[in-house]
C-alpha cells in the first residue's frame, strides 16, 4: 500500500513534520500567507490527511473537494475554524492541541494585563518618540495589579493557570463560566460571580472562553457600560467574543482605562484600524503561545493526533472522537 497524503496549510517546527514525513508522503504550504481556500481543496484533493490551522476555513464544500480525507488535525486548541459536525457526517476525524498550550497562554494573558496596566507600551514610545526629559511624577501613571481584582470570563485550562498566576501577585480573582467548578474554588481560594457582578466589580477581566455562537460578542457595549473605567480588558481567546467598534467606543470615551488583545476581530488588523492607533490599545499578533517550547509540543502533538488518524486510531485530542476509525471499517 502506498503511504498516505498529506497537506499541511504551512511549515510548522520541523519536529512534527518529520514525524509526518515517516508515514505518509508531505506535502508543504511554504509561504508566509495562508493558502487561499480554493488552492486547499485542489493541494488537497487526494490527501488522506490535513495539518491545518486557526486561518484556514475547513468546511463541508471543502471537505467534499478531498474525498479520501480521514484526519483533520488542527495546530490549535481552538478549531471554530472547522466545521466540525460537517466533519463527523463525513467520518472524517477532527483533532486539536489542548493543555501544551494552556501554562504559555496564561504566561502571556498576565503579560498583557501588566503591560496594559503600567502602560509599557505607551512608555516605550515615549522614549522611542524623544520625549523622555527626566523623571516625573505623575508621568504615565497607570493602575496596580497587586492586590487588584481579576474577572476571568471562563475556567478552563487558561483561564485556571492565569487564577493561579493571581495568587502571587495577591489578587481578588472572581470567575465566571458556564460550569461552576467549586473543586478549583477552594483549591485557588477564588470566588464564582454571575457575569454581571464579575464586569462591576473586575478591575481587570481577562477572557478565556472558546468562541461559540453563544460567546460571540460576548462583550459589547452594554458589558463595558458595567466596567470600572478604571478597568482593562485583555483578550487572548478569540477576536469575535469582542465586538470591535463597542471597544474602540469604551476605549475612545474613557469607559474602561485600556485593553490589552492577543486576538482581533479581523484579523490581521491594519495598521491604521483605530485599536491600533488608540493610546490606551495594546495590540500584538496572536502570540500567546508563541514559545519556541509550546510551538514544538503543538508541533509533535498535531502529527501525533494526525497519524493516528491516518491509522484509524484513537489520537491524544480527538474533537468528534465518533468519528474515530469511520473511514477505516
Ligand atoms: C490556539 O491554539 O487556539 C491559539 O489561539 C493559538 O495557539
Known amino acids: 500500500m502506498p503511504n ?44 488522506e490527511g490535513i495539518l491545518s490551522l486557526l486561518t484556514d476555513r475547513m468546511d463541508g464544500e471543502l ?9 483533520i488535525s488542527n495546530y490549535a486548541v481552538g478549531f471554530d475554524n472547522i466545521d466540525v459536525d460537517a466533519a463527523t457526517s463525513r467520518g472524517i476525524l477532527a483533532t486539536n492541541t489542548p493543555e501544551v498550550l494552556s501554562e504559555t497562554t496564561a504566561d502571556f494573558a498576565f503579560a498583557l494585563m501588566l503591560a496594559a496596566a503600567r502602560r509599557v507600551d505607551e512608555g516605550t514610545h515615549y522614549v522611542e518618540a524623544g520625549q523622555w ?16 481584582t481579576l474577572g476571568l470570563v471562563g ?43 464579575l464586569l462591576q466589580q473586575a ?50 470615551v474613557g469607559e474602561i482605562m485600556g485593553a490589552g488583545l492577543d486576538v482581533t476581530d479581523p484579523e490581521p488588523l491594519p495598521a491604521d484600524h483605530p485599536l491600533v492607533q488608540l493610546p490606551n490599545c495594546l495590540v500584538v499578533p496572536h502570540l500567546a503561545s508563541a514559545s519556541v517550547q ?24 480527538p474533537v468528534n472522537p465518533q468519528a474515530v476509525g469511520a473511514k477505516n471499517g
Not at 63 to 71: E, W
Not at 173 to 196: F, G, N, T
Not at 303 to 308: C, D, P, Q, S
Request: hydrophobic fraction near 40%; glycine fraction near 6%.
Open 4 to 47: 498516505p497524503s498529506v497537506f499541511a496549510t504551512r511549515h510548522i517546527p520541523e519536529a512534527g513534520l518529520q514525524m509526518i514525513r515517516e508515514v505518509a508522503e508531505l506535502d508543504v504550504w511554504a509561504e508566509e500567507l495562508p493558502p487561499p481556500y480554493e488552492t486547499i481543496k485542489e493541494r488537497a484533493a487526494e490527501c
Open 63 to 71: 471537505m467534499d473537494a478531498c474525498p479520501r480525507l480521514k484526519v
Open 133 to 148: 526629559k527626566t523623571w516625573g511624577p505623575e508621568l504615565l501613571l497607570g493602575q496596580d495589579v497587586h492586590h487588584a
Open 155 to 197: 475556567l478552563g485550562r487558561i483561564g485556571t493557570g492565569v487564577a493561579k498566576r493571581a495568587r502571587g501577585f495577591s489578587m481578588r480573582v472572581l470567575y465566571y463560566d458556564a460550569v461552576r467548578r467549586p473543586d478549583i474554588e477552594s483549591v485557588l481560594d477564588i470566588e464564582y460571580a454571575d457575569m454581571h457582578s
Open 203 to 252: 478591575d481587570f477581566v481577562s477572557l478565556h472562553v472558546p468562541l461559540l455562537p453563544g460567546t460571540h460578542h460576548l462583550m459589547g457595549a452594554r458589558q463595558f457600560k458595567m466596567m470600572k473605567n478604571t478597568a482593562v480588558l485583555v483578550n487572548t481567546a478569540r477576536g469575535p467574543i469582542v465586538d470591535t467598534d463597542a471597544l474602540v467606543d469604551a476605549l475612545r
Open 294 to 317: 509550546t510551538r514544538t509540543k503543538m508541533a509533535t502533538m498535531a502529527a501525533e493526533n494526525l497519524i493516528a488518524g491516518l491509522e484509524g486510531r484513537m489520537p491524544p485530542s
